[in-house]
Nanobody, 121 residues
Framework: QVQLVESGGGLVQAGNSLRLSCAASGRTSVGYAMGWFRQAPGKEREFVAGISWSAGFTGYADSVKGRFTISRDSAKNSVYLQMNSLNPEDTAVYYC??????????????WGQGTQVTVSS
């Protein structure tokens, strides 16, 4: 079993930046990739970004390309999401997730509790 704990959410003004962190513990060796998802009020959860543990392959949603960067620190079993040029449409609960097999997109197996990101205009 894997435990995922997100941190770094908060309230930020439009145009500013925020960095989310996710610490993984437990059976992390079975993981292939880590990802970030988000769910805004009244909307379905959507893929934001993903990264493979070993090779560092990445994938991004079109809506965040060029603004968000996902990275990982394998030694710390942690993944990060650097979010720049935030706008109110980025307001959502952000979830960290892990999947056991490629690719970095697709269905994820384990989920964190989520962290709220609110962007004010």
């Amino acid at each position: 079993q894997v435990q995922l704990v997100e941190s770094g959410g908060g309230l930020v003004q439009a145009g500013n930046s925020l960095r989310l962190s996710c610490a993984a513990s437990g059976r992390t060796s079975v993981g292939y990739a880590m990802g970030w998802f988000r769910q805004a009020p009244g909307k379905e959860r959507e893929f934001v970004a993903g990264i493979s543990w070993s090779a560092g392959f990445t994938g991004y949603a079109d809506s965040v390309k060029g603004r968000f960067t996902i990275s990982r620190d394998s030694a710390k079993n942690s993944v990060y999401l650097q979010m720049n040029s935030l706008n109110p449409e980025d307001t959502a609960v952000y979830y960290c997730a892990m999947k056991k097999s490629p690719p970095v997109r697709g269905v994820y197996d384990s989920w964190g509790q989520g962290t709220q990101v609110t962007v004010s205009s």
